[in-house]
């Protein structure tokens, strides 16, 4: 799972700017990621506008039309309850960046933070353009609030059709998914198809540091989705320590973060845990992480958009899931792709089997429920796809 910096988490920033036509607004997406993985730097900076939620636009237009506007869509977010907004501030904010749309009149607006409510409600209540959301992690069932917080999307271009069947099963609006994979594992992987396999065992690190922080706080103070998964947590790892290095396996750590101080906590805290073990921090690029699962044998997770994304291409992905309910990975069918039997001898047996079998047979094992968990296609890239998809509208 991904995380996405929510509105005013960030500080406000004051841009004085006079809106001109764009053919392409990108929301809430670092700037030049979406030019570089899916157009290949070969899109015209000057036809895109970047708009974050935090940003307030001082630009007497688009105040004007906000306020004239604001009455109409107090009563109408009053009356509809899909996508309401909580106060008036954050409804006159957010009709500063509607009208903003009005006019820089785009002819596509795109975001990678697919659970953004700031770019889901810009969709659902601007009509003149397509809105393509392309999903960047996997939604866990009442964790990321897939089964609380309503959505809605215009197209959605979604890992596989597992996606499809949970947004209608917790009644989310969309009016197109298109199952595609993963936009960025798309991108990276294939610059390291060819990287020898220097380990047994590739772990993403699933949370950061912050959180893992707030997981070590007492039970009472804990959410039930957090105590689920504290929990999780400390058998998977107590297990897969105890693993390593008992059995001398090679591990290596695709970290989290990229900031100094955040790579020497994580760095500490797996040295607490491994005797022996190589650590990547992430790079800010994003690619460290999918050479580290090209270079292992094995990835391990619990519920991290990393395993789907190696399952996807073809290597080998253990999902360890102890929850009583399916909050992590709903929709995984049985197989030996996923743990939910607790114990050290389970967890061990399953691990040497998938260290001993072949990425060409565990792919066999998974035959269709592959495409349906992860629809990467190495003959028909998801950048391709989003791409095509893109540049028909224009």
Known sequence: MRYFKKEFHMPIQFKLTTPNRKKIVIINSLKGEI???IFNDELKTD???Y???YEIIVSIKVITRALLTLPKL???NKRDKRLPVS????????????????????????????????????????????????????RTNGYDSLSTRKSFHQTFFCFGENEAIRYKKYEHECNKFIPVGSFKASYFMPKFEQEAVLYDICLPVECDNHYRDRLMSADNDLMPQEMALKKNTKFFEDYLSRYVNEEKRSIVIAGRDYERSGIQLEESYYQSKFD???????NKKGGSIYRCIQQANLTIVTFSTTGYEAL???????FVDYSDSDIFNEGIMPGPWILREKGYTNFKT?????????????????GLHKKYLMASNKDNLATRKIRRYIEAEF
């Open 87 to 138: 106060n008036i501030i954050k409804l006159l904010y957010r009709n500063i960046q509607l009208s903003r749309l009005y006019y820089l009149n785009p002819k596509v607006v795109l975001t990678i933070t697919d659970n953004d409510g700031f770019y889901q409600w810009l969709s659902y209540n601007y009509k003149f353009c397509k809105f393509f959301a392309i999903q960047n992690g996997s």
């Open 312 to 318: 996807g291409w073809g290597k080998k992905c253990l």
């Open 276 to 282: 022996r073990f190589v650590y990547f921090p992430r």
């Open 74 to 76: 107090y009563f109408k």
């Open 35 to 37: 030019e570089r993985i």
């Open 47 to 49: 036809c895109i506008e």
């Open 350 to 366: 399953r691990v040497d089997e998938l260290l001993a079998m072949s990425d060409e047979d565990y792919e066999r094992a998974l």
């Open 51 to 53: 708009i974050g939620s």
